[in-house]
């Protein structure tokens, strides 16, 4: 599994990467500050003391929040608005590593946002129902990290499959070849997950997703 993610790290200097980067991560960033500015001005327009002093410290830790809720949100939302530049990365990654084989398109690429929107409007449901837990389990760390990581890497697993996997694959046979490969997928989300928690490469992580799932879709038993 890491084998695929190494390989995705290799490609970023490939020519056919450098604009779709560079787009990547602007709207990463983008989406990262912007989240993060919604969120802190929600939290800074409510009043959580009468008080003037203790609505000050709130505000202040307000700000820390708004971060903390943005950072765990962030993989959910990225993961949405790589669908932008789906094509263009598998497309680069298919045209380096699989040339000789390549595949038929099945369906209308109109489908890939409609899963993705449906995708990111589940996830960030499931994550919003999450926030409080991870500040109650805040005295224990390991327990919200587990939760996090477990519902992300589900989510994660599922949604980069399902993308990568529509090019190809009629929408009705996509969740017998999922199942089969859950754990799999489990395992290759948790991965892309931890790679959302890392600073700067966080930004990378939906072209990383994206492409190691490529690698990992082609090299399925059922794919000629």
């Known amino acids: 599994m890491i084998n695929l993610f190494l ?3 290799s490609q970023l200097p490939d020519p056919a990467f450098r604009r779709v980067i560079i787009k990547a991560i602007l709207l990463s960033v983008f989406v990262f500050v912007f989240l993060a500015i ?13 008080f003037w002093l203790f609505e000050a410290f709130a ?13 765990l949100l962030f993989p959910t939302l990225a993961s ?3 669908t932008l530049f789906l094509e263009d ?16 398109k099945t369906n209308n690429p109109s489908a890939t946002y409609i899963i993705s929107l449906r995708f990111t409007a ?7 129902l999450a926030i409080p837990f991870y500040f109650f389990t805040i005295w224990f760390p390991p327990l919200g990290i587990f939760v996090f990581y477990c519902l992300n890497g589900y989510l994660l697993g599922r949604e980069y499959f399902e993308l990568v996997a ?5 929408m009705e046979d996509i969740p017998s070849i999922r199942q089969a490969n859950r754990l799999k997928l489990f395992l290759f989300g ?11 490469i966080n930004f990378l992580a939906p072209i990383l997703g994206v492409t190691g799932m490529t690698h990992f879709f082609r090299k399925l038993p059922i794919i000629k």
């Open 89 to 104: 990365i598998v497309e680069a990654v298919e045209s380096r590593h699989y040339s000789g084989a390549l595949l038929e």
């Open 166 to 170: 529509l090019r190809h694959i009629k």
């Open 80 to 82: 949405f608005f790589i």
């Open 122 to 128: 589940i996830a960030l449901f499931l994550n919003i």
């Open 190 to 200: 948790s991965v892309t997950t931890f790679l959302f928690t890392i600073p700067i």
């Open 38 to 50: 919604i969120v802190w001005f929600v939290l800074s327009e409510t009043n959580f003391f009468t």
């Open 59 to 71: 505000d202040i830790f307000g700000g820390i929040t708004a971060i903390v809720i943005a950072w």
């Open 7 to 9: 390989i995705s790290f």
